[in-house]
């Protein structure tokens, strides 16, 4: 994490708008970067805004912005400047050498998070070669022995400059976990394969949306949960009941986020490949954040990116308890004309109904069949039972008619069984 003790790194927010940007929009980065810096273990007292025509070459902001900034660091006795965009090697070296202290971009911020916030073997290397690519591209204005720090020796050739070493080494390192990475990706896709038996939903959203809580609230399962962003980066599955005998299996995935570093996508993309086998996407929404339309659009393009748009999609707008007019709830389900569902994951509201539109989303794979079943037919009765459930039921002094709902796997299997 950015902080090294017991104390928070003092922060200064540094927000750029650009010709064609809205202001508006500029201070909702902001914003959410004094959020990514809180997750990442930082406490912003400051926030400084600069327009510009285009960026600096040099400084980003401009010389002499950059002593301005100087001096609110020196006056407030801040030791950390995050700018909201990302910045060059050489930008960033310039910058600390007239602010005198740390510089870090969006990026290098989102990464310190994830770095920090992975847990499992395979989200420790996608977040490394992400670094790794992040200091890579920066290797020209921020001079680093990366073979010192992966022990490589003798690898330098006569008269080869240290970048040329450090990029040779990064090369490699890169190499090694990319290999490792596809090895635990064919992994996956054995266990993939073991459970296609059930049909899968894949959470997507933006991050701290509430995907972790919802598939806490549809399985009973304990997923750790925490209202921060990126609280959780590993994909994992959990089995659902959407009636008394439809399951499903939940595949919770990584957040998305507003200029999401593109190295960063890239090393998570045998995680997001959940997305892609995945028979239905539940776009999970923070109906309460006054940015969710663009959230939106970020996830949307997303998805676009890992071709995985022409999938079915319900939206579901989450912690609706956190809206103070519901004539607003409705206003949006109305926007988005029957392809969505208002909930509250956290206090169990509307999970009801969010479950009759994953089965809807289902309808193709599940059937309704009717028997007539005597008092001599128990057993086919309890293999019947074993699979489906109810929808109609009427008993006759020879006979008991049912109408009953399963998935149609289900059904391929139960008439072999039971018109042998």
């Known amino acids: ?73 020196e006056s407030e006795k801040i030791n950390l400047v995050i700018f909201d965009d990302d910045l060059t090697g050489v930008q960033i070296r310039n910058l600390e050498g007239v602010i005198n202290r740390r510089v870090l971009d969006r990026s290098g911020l989102i990464l310190d998070i994830f770095g920090f916030r992975a847990r499992t073997r395979e989200a420790k290397l996608q977040v490394e070669m992400a670094q790794l690519k992040y200091n890579m591209s920066r290797l020209a204005g921020q001079w680093q022995h990366f073979s010192k720090q992966y022990g490589v020796i003798g690898t ?5 400059k240290q970048i040329e070493v450090d990029r040779r080494v990064i090369k490699k390192r890169i190499s090694a976990l990319r290999q490792k990475l596809d090895a635990i990706s064919g992994q996956r896709e054995l266990r993939r394969a073991r459970r296609s038996e059930l049909p899968k939903f894949a959470l997507v959203g933006y991050t701290n949306a509430g995907k972790s809580t919802l598939i806490n609230a549809l399985s009973g399962a304990e997923t750790f949960v925490e209202n921060r962003l990126f609280a959780t980066l590993d994909t994992f599955t959990r089995k659902a009941f959407l009636s008394n005998s439809i399951q499903c299996l939940l595949v919770d995935t990584v957040g998305f986020i507003r200029k999401l570093p593109p190295d960063l996508v890239a090393s998570f993309k045998s995680t997001l ?87 809807e989303m289902m309808g193709s794979d599940i059937v309704e069949k009717s028997f007539r079943i005597k008092p001599t037919q128990s057993e086919k009765l309890a293999k019947i039972l074993s699979v489906a459930e109810f929808v109609q039921e009427n008993e006759y002094p020879d006979s008991l008619h049912l109408k009953v709902r399963m998935r149609k796997k289900d059904w391929e299997r139960l008439k072999r069984e039971i018109y042998a």
């Open 156 to 160: 330098r050739g006569p008269g080869e």
């Open 273 to 359: 490949e959940e997305v892609a086998f995945a028979d239905y996407i539940l776009h999970v929404i923070d109906i309460s954040s006054p940015a969710f339309r663009e959230q939106i659009e970020v996830v949307d393009e997303t998805l676009r990116q890992l071709g995985c748009s022409d999938k079915p999609i319900l939206l579901v707008f989450n912690k609706v308890d956190r809206v103070n007019e519901f004539g607003v709830v409705r206003s949006v389900l109305n926007e988005y004309n029957g392809g969505s569902v208002a909930i509250s994951a956290e206090r169990h509201i509307n999970l009801s109904q969010l479950k009759e539109r994953m089965l």
């Open 1 to 73: 994490m950015i902080s090294t003790d017991d104390k928070f790194d003092r922060a200064l927010v540094v927000g750029v708008v650009f010709r064609n940007d809205e202001r508006e929009h500029v201070d909702e980065y902001v914003n959410e970067v004094v959020l990514l810096a809180d997750t990442a273990g930082a406490k912003v007292v400051r926030t400084v805004f600069q327009e510009r025509q285009s960026p600096d070459p040099a400084y980003f902001v401009g010389k002499g912005k950059a002593e301005e900034i100087r001096g609110i660091c």
